[in-house]
């Protein structure tokens, strides 16, 4: 299990660090950036880089002290105009910072957290809020995805984020949140590494292998099937697109049953789907940008990542209130001799005769059986899917943004709410009756497809096909926000929903 870069706390008096970060607002002084660190470096406050310092947003200077001194450099970050000052932007720019830091070679740095502290009051947020995403920011921003690069390629060199205090103890708020951030920087660290992997190394079984791991290393129930168990559970669907690889799909169910819920409370139950590879079947994909659908497993990764943070969280003393259920059905999909074709009729595990129309809409073929497992062995009170389905939804939302249809509209503005301040973004899509129509089929209950018209809209009814009408169901269309080449998120996978999902299992 990857452990990557250490988050310590220095109280006041021991701060020691080989570069000191405070912030700045445009137009400020020495005296109101970073006023407090004169005590541990003197020097900063006849720093000759402070002459031309202004504190725009995205200005960043470096001063430089005697190299004796416990701090002899430090990185002041300009935020910009306090009447525009945004916690995503400072998320940005901390970083950013961070990672020009990693480039000069150095080992740790330090937050100076009364600077940091009086631009969060600034915001109206709690110190531990603030920490809580510079430190999520930093980890993030950090990764690397290398095990196909040569060893000494490894780019990490930074290996501990200091939050200097100002006080001789460290409070106990402080130090939840930053344990916190850490269980869940695991999950998306393990998101991201499934997704990056290639497809020839993140193959169905392979994928079930790292849930084996997770399930091990955290005492969780995990239940594999294989083919035959797959058939015996009449989930034709998964089947139909499972059946043209040499890949074996395996359909992995995760159960987390804290100690502390009673035996009789409905689980939460989360559905990823797990498309390992996507060629989009007989109705090929073109080829540029096909290797991009290694990631279509991206819902299965968030779900196992979200199961490594409820696990590490576990470790704190930190539990939710309903068991948790992980169901990830895997398979690849591909052209062959054995592949389903267009036209071809499959009944899915509800009962219900499924034309297929089109072989690139696979993922709602996996998921719909998936969904009708979930409901027949656990009833969950609350159940989620989360996939990269569709391509209509990135042509909706643009790039960096997840559609969630929900059953419930109190249940789908919570999320919407919860998500985008997480800052995974989201945005609320309907599911309107009236678009049922296009499911229509001549020869069979349903279509997996409808006109190009409201594809990720008809997509998510498709889905509800396979979910009880009294069911409390979400979905979550992720199919813009499983890649992303940013400050916080090196290029490739994002890690999306681990946040979303983990924040979800805690819902009463
Ligand atoms: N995995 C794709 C959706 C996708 C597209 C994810 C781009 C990430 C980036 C999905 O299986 C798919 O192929 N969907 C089709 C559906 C269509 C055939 C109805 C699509 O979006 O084109
Ligand atoms: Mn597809
Ligand atoms: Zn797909």
Redesign the pocket.
Same mark, same amino acid.
Not at 357 to 364: L, P, Y
Not at 387 to 394: D, H, I, P
């Given at each position: 299990m990857r452990v990557g870069i250490d988050i310590e706390f220095q109280i006041q008096g021991q701060w020691k660090t080989d570069l000191l970060i405070a912030f700045a607002l445009e137009g400020e002084s020495f005296d109101d950036a970073c006023h407090f660190s004169q005590g541990v470096a003197p020097w900063l406050t006849i720093a000759p880089a402070w002459r031309d310092f202004k504190g725009k947003k995205d200005e960043r200077t470096m001063l430089y002290g005697p190299p004796a001194m416990d701090i002899n450099r430090a990185m002041v970050l300009g935020l910009g105009k306090e009447k525009d000052l945004e916690l995503e932007d400072i998320r940005f720019s901390f970083a950013k910072a961070v990672k020009a830091c990693q480039d000069m070679g150095l080992e740790n740095v330090g937050v100076d957290t009364v600077s940091m502290n009086r631009i969060a009051l600034k915001l109206g947020l709690k110190k531990e809020e603030m920490a809580k995403e510079l430190a999520l920011a930093a980890k993030l921003a950090l990764y690397t995805y290398t095990p196909f690069k040569k060893k000494n390629e490894e780019a990490t060199k930074i290996n501990k984020i200091f939050f200097l205090l100002d006080d001789d103890f460290c409070d106990d708020e402080l130090k939840k949140a930053i344990r916190f951030v850490e269980a869940e920087t695991c999950g998306i660290y393990l998101a991201r590494d499934l997704a990056n992997a290639p497809s020839n190394a993140m193959t169905p079984k392979l994928f079930a292998d790292e849930a084996e791991k997770v399930a091990g290393y955290h005492n969780f129930k995990i239940t594999i099937l294989k083919k035959e168990e797959i058939e015996a559970e009449n989930m034709h669907s998964y089947l139909a697109v499972a059946k043209g690889s040499y890949e074996e799909p395996h359909f992995v169910v995760l159960e987390y049953r804290p100690h502390t819920i009673e035996k009789d409370v409905k689980p939460i139950a989360l559905v990823g %789907?797990g #498309?390992t590879f996507?060629t989009?079947g007989i @109705?090929l %994909?073109p080829a540029a940008?096909m290797e991009?659908?290694k =990631? *279509?497993m991206?819902g299965a990764a968030a779900v196992l990542g979200t199961f490594e943070t409820l696990g590490r969280l576990g470790m704190l003393g930190i539990f939710p209130n309903r068991p948790i259920i992980g169901i990830m059905p895997l398979c690849e /999909?591909m052209p062959s001799g054995r592949s389903i074709k267009p036209g071809d009729v499959v009944f899915a595990k509800n009962g219900k005769s499924v034309e297929i #129309?089109?072989?690139? +809409?696979?993922?709602?073929l996996i998921l719909a059986d998936a969904l009708t497992y979930a409901e027949e062995k656990f009833d969950p009170e609350y159940l989620l899917d989360i996939? !990269?389905? !569709?391509?209509? @939804? +990135?042509v909706a939302l643009g790039e960096g943004a997840a559609g969630v249809f929900c059953t419930k509209s109190d249940l789908a503005h919570k999320i919407h709410k919860r998500s985008n301040e997480l800052f995974e973004r989201t945005w609320l899509l309907p599911l309107w009756k009236h678009l049922g129509k296009e499911l229509k089929s001549n020869v069979a209950d349903v279509k /997996? @497809?409808?006109s190009?018209y409201g =594809?990720?809209l008809?997509?998510a009814l498709f889905l509800k096909e396979f979910v009880s009408d009294d069911r409390t169901w979400v979905h979550v269309d992720m +199919? +813009?926000a *499983?890649?992303a080449d940013n400050a916080i998120n090196p290029k490739g996978a994002t890690g999306f929903g681990v946040r979303m999902l983990t924040d979800f299992s805690f819902l009463n």
């Open positions: %789907k #498309i996507d989009g @109705c %994909k940008g991009e659908m =990631g *279509d991206s /999909n #129309i089109n072989t690139d +809409a696979e993922g709602r996939a !990269t389905l !569709t391509g209509a @939804c +990135a /997996n @497809c409808g190009r =594809g990720s008809t997509a +199919a +813009a *499983d890649n």
